[in-house]
């Protein structure tokens, strides 16, 4: 069994079907189909069962699987070796992140790291903090950047920075002028409110109940570039870290008001990494770059007015 079928397998087994694998691997459904029915023979044994909704692994798959994820990680990991001993950092380092941090902080570091290490390629994925966390666990991507709440235990939260949920308005939105806010003060008007965020979308609509004050949820989307233009045209309240609005802030057409009285102000932003699994040198040295990057944020305008709202 050669890296290429690893690979295909792999795929399949989370994607969860031969077509979604196809579209991913831009490789024929009949190709990886005769590959996987191939290593079937070989084994003596099925690695899937084939069923109405798709393929679901059976016991041996599921310890194909283990086998694939540890064998394609070391291979890697051999890799980089391989390129240290040229001097070189090279590879692919796979990255699970939150999409708020797409919209700078992440370009802005991956673009240093190509110009110090231009071999090495990356892969980005985006998602909700359960999604990153078992990316990472499940060894979909080699480090993931997330909010310090649940995780697998065979990762761990590294490189912690406060990261606070706050109130985002237009600058001519009532709340503007606060110092800071409570969600009831939010609820009073329209909510522009983030899907697929479990847990964070369940906090806020839980602390609200609470309050008895649900407010009017004007719009819902898991793409932060859907709820920006509204929040712009004062159209209601979001709840987002300063990252997602990082040129906004700082040109004043969107204002970061804190949350007080609410567990959403006091969430810490940082690095997921495998427990267990060794990472490649390239890995390491992005990990390490990415800590720097975090800390750096502390001294941000918009992390000052935090600090100051936690001072007083």
Same mark, same amino acid.
């Given at each position: 069994?050669?890296?290429?079928?690893?690979r295909? *397998?792999?795929?399949?087994?989370?994607?969860? /079907?031969?077509?979604?694998?196809? #579209?991913?691997?831009? @490789?024929? /459904?009949?190709?990886?189909?005769?590959?996987?029915?191939?290593?079937?023979?070989? +084994?003596g044994?099925?690695l899937? #069962?084939?069923l109405?909704?798709?393929?679901?692994?059976?016991?041996?798959?599921k310890?194909?699987?283990?086998?694939?994820?540890?064998?394609?990680?070391?291979?890697?990991?051999?890799?980089?070796?391989l390129g240290? +001993?040229?001097?070189?950092?090279?590879?692919?380092?796979?990255i &699970?992140?939150?999409?708020?941090? $797409?919209?700078?902080? +992440?370009?802005?570091?991956?673009?240093?790291?190509?110009?110090?290490?231009?071999?090495v390629? *990356?892969?980005?994925?985006?998602?909700?903090?359960?999604?990153?966390?078992?990316?990472?666990? #499940?060894?979909?991507?080699?480090l993931?950047?997330? *909010? /310090?709440?649940?995780?697998?235990e065979?990762?761990? *939260?590294?490189?912690?920075?406060?990261?606070?949920?706050?109130?985002?308005v237009?600058?001519?939105?009532?709340?503007? #002028?606060?110092? =800071? %806010?409570?969600?009831?003060?939010? &609820?009073?008007?329209? $909510?522009?409110?983030?899907?697929d965020?479990?847990?964070?979308?369940?906090?806020?609509?839980?602390?609200l109940?609470?309050?008895?004050?649900?407010?009017? @949820?004007?719009?819902? =989307?898991?793409?932060?570039?859907?709820?920006k233009p509204?929040? $712009?045209e004062?159209?209601?309240? &979001?709840?987002?870290?300063?990252?997602?609005?990082?040129?906004?802030? &700082?040109?004043?057409?969107? %204002?970061?008001?804190?949350?007080?009285g609410?567990?959403?102000?006091g +969430?810490?932003?940082? $690095?997921? @990494?495998?427990? !267990?699994?060794?990472?490649?040198?390239?890995?390491?040295?992005?990990?390490?770059q990415?800590?720097?990057?975090?800390?750096?944020?502390?001294?941000?305008?918009w992390?000052?007015?935090?600090n100051?709202?936690? !001072?007083?």
């Amino acid at each position: 069994m050669h890296a290429a079928f690893l690979r295909y *397998f792999t795929v399949v087994a989370r994607a969860g /079907s031969i077509r979604a694998a196809s #579209e991913q691997l831009h @490789v024929a /459904s009949s190709a990886i189909s005769r590959q996987i029915q191939k290593v079937e023979d070989e +084994l003596g044994t099925p690695l899937f #069962e084939r069923l109405p909704g798709g393929l679901r692994l059976t016991q041996a798959g599921k310890r194909l699987l283990a086998h694939a994820d540890r064998t394609l990680n070391d291979f890697e990991v051999l890799k980089g070796e391989l390129g240290a +001993l040229r001097g070189e950092k090279t590879g692919t380092v796979s990255i &699970a992140s939150l999409d708020s941090l $797409l919209v700078s902080f +992440l370009p802005e570091q991956v673009s240093k790291y190509h110009k110090a290490h231009p071999k090495v390629d *990356f892969r980005v994925r985006t998602g909700a903090h359960g999604t990153v966390a078992t990316m990472v666990a #499940e060894g979909e991507a080699d480090l993931g950047i997330t *909010f /310090s709440l649940a995780r697998p235990e065979d990762t761990e *939260f590294i490189a912690p920075i406060p990261m606070p949920l706050m109130a985002m308005v237009a600058r001519d939105h009532p709340l503007a #002028e606060r110092e =800071s %806010v409570t969600l009831s003060d939010c &609820a009073a008007y329209n $909510l522009l409110l983030q899907l697929d965020t479990a847990p964070i979308r369940s906090l806020i609509e839980m602390e609200l109940s609470v309050l008895n004050r649900t407010g009017r @949820v004007l719009a819902a =989307s898991n793409n932060l570039m859907m709820l920006k233009p509204m929040i $712009l045209e004062g159209d209601g309240v &979001a709840f987002y870290t300063p990252l997602g609005m990082v040129h906004e802030l &700082a040109e004043g057409s969107i %204002v970061a008001v804190p949350l007080a009285g609410t567990r959403l102000g006091g +969430l810490e932003l940082g $690095l997921l @990494v495998p427990r !267990r699994r060794k990472l490649t040198q390239a890995s390491e040295a992005l990990v390490a770059q990415l800590t720097e990057g975090l800390e750096a944020l502390r001294e941000a305008p918009w992390m000052q007015k935090f600090n100051a709202l936690e !001072r007083a």
